[in-house]
């Protein structure tokens, strides 16, 4: 994604996750998540703070897409995050996220349908993708949507990735892969 960065519903996923986080780690004000990401106790929470935190919780982010989450935060550029501008991403966010969420979940039946339908069984599905054995990246993963379900449209292959590959690792391996795309008996 080099040269032409993040969407923005990719962007909204990020956040997404991080209020998640931030909510199942039990922190209830957004004044506590700004005091949690202070890391030099001045009171303030810098950018280059709060892209520390990135490097942690979103660990498969470039520095170029982590900048690009903390520009969406520092919204007035002056490298001092508020709570108010906390406040505003994570609920710009918190919308956007479910919208999006609700598009994956779309489109994954769409695939897992066409993925059913398949006569391969699905461990040798998932390995025939794997260009890495065990792991499929994310262009073996573009590859298999594409060929059991030419219909979906490359952003929406990229939101999938996006949500299933929830530890940001850059790679699914069977389990993940089976949570996501697979039916449930």
């Known amino acids: 994604q080099g040269g032409l960065g993040m969407s923005e519903d990719h962007i909204h996923i990020v956040v997404g996750r991080l209020l998640q986080r931030f909510r199942v780690a039990g922190f209830q004000t957004l004044e506590q998540v700004a005091a949690h990401c202070d890391r030099d106790n001045d009171g303030k929470l810098s950018s280059a703070e ?17 900048r690009q989450v903390v520009a969406k935060f520092d919204k007035d550029k002056n490298g001092v995050i508020t709570v108010a501008e906390l406040k505003a991403a994570f609920e710009a966010s918190e919308k956007v996220h479910g919208d999006t969420l609700t598009q994956a979940q779309d489109a994954y039946a769409r695939v897992r349908d066409a993925i059913a339908k398949t006569q391969q069984s699905h461990a040798r599905l998932f390995a025939n993708f794997c260009k890495t054995p065990g792991l499929m990246l994310r262009r073996d993963f573009e590859q298999l949507v594409h060929s059991v379900a030419p219909e979906v449209s490359g952003p929406t292959i990229a939101l999938l990735w996006h949500f299933a590959d929830k530890n940001v690792d850059g790679a ?3 389990q993940e892969f089976s949570k996501h795309f697979l039916r449930r008996a």
Do not use: H, K, T, Y
């Not at 709060?50 to 982590?66: C, D, G, T």
């Open 50 to 66: 709060f892209e520390q935190l990135l490097v942690v919780e979103a660990p498969n982010l470039s520095q170029f897409e982590r």
């Open 172 to 174: 699914l391996d069977f």
